[in-house]
Protein backbone atom coordinates (compact mmCIF):
# COMPACT_ATOMS: atom_id res chain seq x y z
CA UNK A 1 0.00 0.00 0.00
CA UNK A 2 3.03 2.13 0.63
CA UNK A 3 3.57 2.77 -3.21
CA UNK A 4 -0.58 3.31 -3.40
CA UNK A 5 0.02 6.24 -1.06
CA UNK A 6 2.83 7.69 -2.60
CA UNK A 7 1.84 7.64 -6.23
CA UNK A 8 -1.62 9.29 -4.62
CA UNK A 9 0.49 11.70 -3.36
CA UNK A 10 2.16 12.70 -6.19
CA UNK A 11 -0.76 12.97 -8.18
CA UNK A 12 -2.86 15.41 -5.29
CA UNK A 13 0.63 17.45 -5.52
CA UNK A 14 0.49 17.58 -9.17
CA UNK A 15 -3.13 18.66 -9.14
CA UNK A 16 -3.01 21.36 -6.63
CA UNK A 17 -1.11 23.12 -9.67
CA UNK A 18 -4.15 22.40 -12.45
CA UNK A 19 -5.64 25.61 -12.94
CA UNK A 20 -8.15 24.47 -15.35
CA UNK A 21 -9.12 21.74 -12.81
CA UNK A 22 -9.57 24.16 -9.80
CA UNK A 23 -11.33 26.37 -11.72
CA UNK A 24 -14.14 24.26 -12.89
CA UNK A 25 -14.47 22.15 -10.21
CA UNK A 26 -14.02 24.74 -7.41
CA UNK A 27 -14.79 28.42 -8.80
CA UNK A 28 -17.55 27.65 -11.53
CA UNK A 29 -19.38 26.12 -8.73
CA UNK A 30 -18.83 28.68 -6.06
CA UNK A 31 -19.44 31.76 -8.85
CA UNK A 32 -23.12 29.79 -9.43
CA UNK A 33 -24.52 29.67 -5.53
CA UNK A 34 -23.02 33.20 -5.38
CA UNK A 35 -25.03 34.34 -8.46
CA UNK A 36 -28.37 32.27 -7.81
CA UNK A 37 -28.10 30.96 -4.42
CA UNK A 38 -30.05 34.09 -2.36
CA UNK A 39 -31.85 34.72 -5.81
CA UNK A 40 -34.99 31.90 -5.31
CA UNK A 41 -37.31 32.18 -2.52
CA UNK A 42 -38.83 28.97 -3.56
CA UNK A 43 -38.89 25.48 -2.12
CA UNK A 44 -37.46 22.68 -4.02
CA UNK A 45 -37.66 18.97 -3.05
CA UNK A 46 -39.19 19.53 0.25
CA UNK A 47 -36.54 22.50 1.63
CA UNK A 48 -35.62 25.78 0.57
CA UNK A 49 -33.87 26.63 -2.72
CA UNK A 50 -30.98 28.06 -1.03
CA UNK A 51 -29.98 24.64 0.81
CA UNK A 52 -31.23 23.06 -1.85
CA UNK A 53 -28.70 24.76 -4.50
CA UNK A 54 -26.02 24.48 -1.80
CA UNK A 55 -26.39 20.44 -2.11
CA UNK A 56 -26.66 20.83 -6.08
CA UNK A 57 -23.74 23.10 -6.19
CA UNK A 58 -21.16 21.12 -3.95
CA UNK A 59 -22.59 17.99 -6.05
CA UNK A 60 -21.38 19.65 -9.14
CA UNK A 61 -18.40 20.31 -8.32
CA UNK A 62 -17.42 17.23 -6.78
CA UNK A 63 -18.79 14.70 -9.10
CA UNK A 64 -17.24 16.85 -12.09
CA UNK A 65 -13.98 16.46 -10.79
CA UNK A 66 -14.32 12.80 -10.33
CA UNK A 67 -15.55 12.46 -13.92
CA UNK A 68 -14.86 14.62 -16.30
CA UNK A 69 -11.11 15.30 -14.81
CA UNK A 70 -10.16 11.87 -13.67
CA UNK A 71 -11.13 10.57 -17.26
CA UNK A 72 -9.18 13.07 -18.92
CA UNK A 73 -5.89 12.54 -17.05
CA UNK A 74 -6.09 8.37 -17.04
CA UNK A 75 -6.53 8.36 -20.88
CA UNK A 76 -3.99 11.27 -21.62
CA UNK A 77 -1.70 8.99 -19.43
CA UNK A 78 -2.24 5.58 -21.15
CA UNK A 79 -1.46 7.04 -24.04
CA UNK A 80 1.81 8.87 -23.20
CA UNK A 81 3.18 5.43 -21.81
CA UNK A 82 2.85 6.34 -17.84
CA UNK A 83 0.78 3.77 -16.45
CA UNK A 84 3.15 1.26 -19.17
CA UNK A 85 5.71 2.59 -17.14
CA UNK A 86 3.83 2.32 -14.00
CA UNK A 87 3.95 -1.72 -14.64
CA UNK A 88 7.77 -1.81 -14.43
CA UNK A 89 7.89 -1.10 -10.85
CA UNK A 90 6.89 -3.27 -7.76
CA UNK A 91 2.95 -1.05 -7.51
CA UNK A 92 0.26 -3.69 -7.34
CA UNK A 93 -1.26 -4.11 -11.25
CA UNK A 94 -4.54 -2.61 -9.66
CA UNK A 95 -2.68 0.13 -7.85
CA UNK A 96 -2.74 3.04 -10.34
CA UNK A 97 -6.70 2.78 -10.53
CA UNK A 98 -7.13 2.88 -6.70
CA UNK A 99 -4.15 5.64 -6.53
CA UNK A 100 -7.36 7.43 -9.02
CA UNK A 101 -9.88 6.94 -6.69
CA UNK A 102 -7.86 8.08 -3.76
CA UNK A 103 -7.07 11.11 -5.56
CA UNK A 104 -10.57 12.06 -6.42
CA UNK A 105 -11.86 11.18 -2.72
CA UNK A 106 -9.03 13.62 -1.66
CA UNK A 107 -9.28 16.67 -4.21
CA UNK A 108 -13.32 16.86 -3.86
CA UNK A 109 -13.50 17.78 -0.75
CA UNK A 110 -12.59 21.50 -1.46
CA UNK A 111 -15.37 21.90 -3.66
CA UNK A 112 -17.65 20.54 -1.52
CA UNK A 113 -16.38 22.13 2.11
CA UNK A 114 -16.33 25.49 0.68
CA UNK A 115 -19.89 25.67 -1.13
CA UNK A 116 -21.45 24.21 2.10
CA UNK A 117 -19.71 26.82 3.82
CA UNK A 118 -20.88 29.26 1.60
CA UNK A 119 -24.57 28.14 2.03
CA UNK A 120 -23.93 28.76 6.02
CA UNK A 121 -22.89 32.03 5.87
CA UNK A 122 -24.34 33.38 2.78
CA UNK A 123 -26.91 31.96 1.66
CA UNK A 124 -28.66 31.30 5.22
CA UNK A 125 -28.51 27.68 5.75
CA UNK A 126 -28.57 27.36 9.44
CA UNK A 127 -28.25 23.29 9.99
CA UNK A 128 -27.13 21.15 12.95
CA UNK A 129 -23.30 20.20 12.76
CA UNK A 130 -24.03 16.52 12.04
CA UNK A 131 -26.38 17.32 9.30
CA UNK A 132 -23.43 19.08 7.68
CA UNK A 133 -21.62 16.85 7.92
CA UNK A 134 -24.41 14.15 6.86
CA UNK A 135 -24.58 15.73 3.45
CA UNK A 136 -21.00 16.38 3.15
CA UNK A 137 -20.27 12.41 3.29
CA UNK A 138 -23.36 11.43 0.62
CA UNK A 139 -21.46 13.98 -2.03
CA UNK A 140 -18.03 12.66 -1.08
CA UNK A 141 -19.65 8.68 -1.43
CA UNK A 142 -21.38 10.24 -4.66
CA UNK A 143 -17.82 11.41 -6.83
CA UNK A 144 -16.36 8.08 -5.67
CA UNK A 145 -19.03 6.72 -7.77
CA UNK A 146 -18.16 8.93 -10.12
CA UNK A 147 -14.43 8.51 -9.79
CA UNK A 148 -14.81 4.80 -10.66
CA UNK A 149 -16.57 5.85 -14.22
CA UNK A 150 -13.56 7.97 -14.89
CA UNK A 151 -11.63 5.04 -14.83
CA UNK A 152 -13.61 3.08 -16.87
CA UNK A 153 -13.97 5.62 -19.88
CA UNK A 154 -10.14 7.12 -19.56
CA UNK A 155 -9.07 3.48 -20.18
CA UNK A 156 -11.43 3.11 -22.73
CA UNK A 157 -10.92 6.11 -25.12
CA UNK A 158 -8.33 8.13 -26.56
CA UNK A 159 -7.79 11.84 -25.30
CA UNK A 160 -9.70 13.15 -27.85
CA UNK A 161 -12.67 11.18 -27.47
CA UNK A 162 -12.77 11.26 -23.50
CA UNK A 163 -13.18 14.81 -23.31
CA UNK A 164 -16.84 14.95 -25.08
CA UNK A 165 -18.09 11.64 -23.82
CA UNK A 166 -17.23 12.42 -20.18
CA UNK A 167 -18.90 15.53 -20.57
CA UNK A 168 -22.01 14.44 -22.32
CA UNK A 169 -22.09 11.72 -19.68
CA UNK A 170 -21.68 13.90 -16.69
CA UNK A 171 -24.64 16.65 -18.08
CA UNK A 172 -26.91 13.66 -18.79
CA UNK A 173 -26.65 13.07 -14.60
CA UNK A 174 -26.32 16.21 -14.01
CA UNK A 175 -29.80 17.32 -15.55
CA UNK A 176 -31.91 14.15 -14.80
CA UNK A 177 -30.31 14.16 -11.46
CA UNK A 178 -31.59 17.82 -10.35
CA UNK A 179 -28.02 19.11 -10.33
CA UNK A 180 -28.49 22.06 -12.33
CA UNK A 181 -31.92 22.78 -11.57
CA UNK A 182 -34.83 21.10 -9.42
CA UNK A 183 -37.22 18.38 -12.09
CA UNK A 184 -40.73 17.27 -12.03
CA UNK A 185 -42.97 15.48 -13.92
CA UNK A 186 -41.80 12.78 -16.11
CA UNK A 187 -38.49 13.88 -16.45
CA UNK A 188 -38.00 12.97 -12.87
CA UNK A 189 -39.35 9.87 -12.90
CA UNK A 190 -36.16 8.99 -15.16
CA UNK A 191 -34.17 11.12 -13.18
CA UNK A 192 -35.32 8.99 -10.15
CA UNK A 193 -33.16 6.06 -11.37
CA UNK A 194 -29.53 8.20 -11.89
CA UNK A 195 -27.31 8.22 -8.46
CA UNK A 196 -27.26 12.22 -9.06
CA UNK A 197 -30.89 12.13 -7.73
CA UNK A 198 -30.09 9.70 -4.87
CA UNK A 199 -27.52 11.64 -3.57
CA UNK A 200 -29.36 15.20 -4.09
CA UNK A 201 -32.74 13.80 -2.39
CA UNK A 202 -30.85 11.75 0.36
CA UNK A 203 -28.99 15.49 1.32
CA UNK A 204 -32.14 17.25 1.00
CA UNK A 205 -33.83 14.63 3.06
CA UNK A 206 -30.98 14.90 5.72
CA UNK A 207 -31.83 18.72 5.34
CA UNK A 208 -35.87 18.27 5.90
CA UNK A 209 -35.09 16.04 8.63
CA UNK A 210 -37.05 13.25 7.08
CA UNK A 211 -36.11 9.84 7.42
CA UNK A 212 -34.13 8.62 4.40
CA UNK A 213 -35.82 5.78 2.14
CA UNK A 214 -32.73 2.77 2.29
CA UNK A 215 -33.58 2.10 -1.49
CA UNK A 216 -32.04 5.78 -2.15
CA UNK A 217 -28.77 4.43 -0.10
CA UNK A 218 -29.07 1.17 -2.12
CA UNK A 219 -29.32 2.91 -5.38
CA UNK A 220 -25.75 4.51 -4.73
CA UNK A 221 -24.30 1.15 -3.66
CA UNK A 222 -25.64 -0.33 -6.65
CA UNK A 223 -24.92 2.50 -8.88
CA UNK A 224 -21.21 2.20 -7.35
CA UNK A 225 -21.21 -1.65 -8.22
CA UNK A 226 -21.77 -0.70 -11.87
CA UNK A 227 -19.54 1.94 -12.13
CA UNK A 228 -16.85 -0.45 -10.53
CA UNK A 229 -17.80 -3.32 -12.99
CA UNK A 230 -17.63 -1.13 -16.10
CA UNK A 231 -14.19 0.23 -14.75
CA UNK A 232 -12.94 -3.64 -14.50
CA UNK A 233 -14.07 -4.65 -17.75
CA UNK A 234 -12.30 -1.47 -19.65
CA UNK A 235 -8.98 -2.16 -17.55
CA UNK A 236 -9.26 -6.00 -18.81
CA UNK A 237 -9.94 -5.01 -22.21
CA UNK A 238 -7.43 -3.10 -22.62
CA UNK A 239 -4.78 -4.71 -20.94
CA UNK A 240 -2.70 -5.74 -23.63
CA UNK A 241 -2.66 -2.00 -25.46
CA UNK A 242 -1.55 -0.56 -22.63
Known amino acids: MRGIFELTRVEIMRLRRNRRYLIFTVGFPVVLYLLLGKQVTSLAYGVSFHA ?10 GFSGALTGNAQ ?13 LRLTPLPANG ?4 KIFVSMATTVPSIVIVLLLGRFYGGVNLPV ?11 FGATIFAALAVAIGYRYLPD ?10 FVFAILGGLLFPIGGGLRKVGELTPTYDAVKIATDVIANTSV ?10 WLLIFIGLATWSVRATAESV
Open 96 to 99: YVIS
Open 73 to 85: RISQERKDGWIRQ
Open 130 to 140: WQFLAIAVTIW
Open 213 to 222: SAGLAIGLVV
Open 161 to 170: QVQPIAIAVY
Open 52 to 61: YYMVAMAMFG
